[in-house]
């Protein structure tokens, strides 16, 4: 019963959690908050990391009941994400498996996304919608990898709603697409955006141009409200993530949708996405922000999968890298 420790740590959130053999036994985090109207910075990011980790791992090994010598591996997420805070994470996770003597391995955070949402949902072999805030993927296993079947070509999706929330002056708490989640649900007219799908591909940051140039134009002239943008931005890019999840679904004969990444907690894309699975006699597989959003036991359950399939990290190979591809990958702890 092998018992993985896991450290997340890609973007604004930090997370560690604890997995045994399918069960989460503890997953805490913590999330860098920024005042309204701005992003977070790379560094301003680490040293927030830095400051909370220690006691995120106190608290995971706490909540789970478990001591130093209970841990059978060490994981991390190696990459894709945003430098200094994946640094941070990596260092801390060399550290902490030089000092009680366990092995390592480094975790790519999207499939730490997948195998999560495979985990907590029971997805056999889902299409994978994966939306955050760095990354939209469509995405199907098949012969020991899971393939990119469609992706934005721009921006990530959860990149183009943050940033118009900067433009509205929307709260960072708990997160700006939460909030915009909110707002768009008292949105009465649909104002009409470009709409933006090459083939299997997406893209957003003509969509995100063209509100951003429209919004203080429509809202000083009463044409419609913060609420009616919120509300048209998120149908028109949830329209066009359905389209191309349904065509990969078409093309591999898929009767399972899952959706994962931070995105995915959003009830109005889980409702778009639903009707179309219905439509298709398919089943949709969604998890709630427990899950969705970055957190511990995502790389942990990874981990936990590539422990039992064989693989380490060699000390000397522990590094990050901010580009990490799905599909680089091998899979081999599945069929």
């Not at 679904?249 to 009767?255: D, E, L, N, R």
């Amino acid at each position: 019963m092998p018992t993985v420790l896991g450290f997340e740590g890609s973007a604004n959130k930090i997370g560690v959690g604890v997995v045994r053999d399918g069960a989460v036994l503890a997953n805490p985090r913590r999330t860098y908050v920024t005042p309204p109207g701005t992003g977070f910075l790379p560094g301003d990011t680490a040293r927030h990391h830095q400051a909370v980790i220690l006691d995120l791992l106190q608290e995971a090994l706490t909540e789970a009941g478990l001591a130093s010598q209970d841990i059978d591996c060490i994981a991390y997420t190696k990459g894709p994400g945003m430098g200094a805070p994946l640094a941070t994470v990596a260092v801390v996770a060399r550290t902490i498996a030089q000092l009680w003597n366990k092995p390592l391995l480094g975790v790519n955070h999207c499939i730490g996304h997948i195998e999560m949402g495979r985990l907590i949902t029971g997805a056999t072999s889902p299409t994978v919608l994966y939306v955050s805030g760095g990354n939209t993927q469509v995405i199907a296993y098949s012969e020991h990898r899971y393939r990119i079947f469609g992706e934005t070509i721009d921006i990530a999706v959860g990149n183009c709603l943050d940033r118009f929330a900067r433009v509205l002056k929307i709260s960072n708490d708990p997160s700006p697409g939460y909030n915009i989640e909110q707002m768009a649900k008292r949105g009465k007219k649909l104002v009409e955006l470009p709409y933006t799908v090459k083939g299997m591909d997406v893209s957003f940051s003509g969509i995100l141009s063209f509100i951003e140039d429209a919004a203080q134009r429509m809202l000083a002239t009463g044409e419609c409200t913060p609420e009616d943008l919120c509300f048209s931005l998120q149908e028109t890019v949830f329209a066009m993530l359905v389209e191309i999840t349904e065509r990969a679904m078409a093309h591999c004969g898929s009767q399972e949708a899952l959706i994962v990444g931070g995105v995915g907690c959003n009830v109005r894309l889980q409702e778009m996405m639903e009707t179309m699975c219905q439509e298709r006699g398919a089943q949709l597989f969604a998890t709630d922000e427990r899950f969705c959003i970055d957190n511990g036991a995502m790389i942990a359950q990874a981990g936990w999968e590539m422990f039992q399939a064989g693989y380490r990290t060699p000390l000397s190979e522990s590094g990050i890298t901010q580009r990490y591809r799905t599909d680089e990958v091998e899979v081999t702890w599945r069929d």
